[in-house]
């Protein structure tokens, strides 16, 4: 009766400050992104390559952030499939 719960695939458990730290790293891309934006929209500055470094330097933080939680979380193999049904003791 004790293996009626476990299930033949594993999982391994996340720790949560990695999650952290990949949504830490997620914001601050965006944040670059919409701060640089705003200002320069404010006060347009004499170099607009400027603007466009701080945009993708942002672009690249967020996108290894997202590369990051793909990597760790790994949603493609838990995906659940809603045409398949659950078994009957799982409440």
Not at 7 to 30: Q, R
Request: hydrophobic letters at 50%; charged letters at 15%; glycine letters at 8%.
């Amino acid at each position: 009766m004790a293996d009626e719960h476990t299930t033949s695939e594993e999982t391994t458990l996340i720790h949560p400050n990695i999650l952290t730290g990949l949504s830490f790293a997620g914001g601050i891309g965006l944040l670059t992104i919409f701060i640089t934006l705003g200002i320069a929209v404010v006060t347009p500055p004499e170099d607009p390559r400027i603007v466009g470094l701080f945009v993708l330097a942002g672009a690249l933080i967020l996108v290894a952030a997202i590369l990051g939680w793909f990597f760790v979380v790994q949603p493609h193999k838990h995906f659940d499939d809603i045409n398949e049904p659950l078994e009957a003791e799982h409440h």
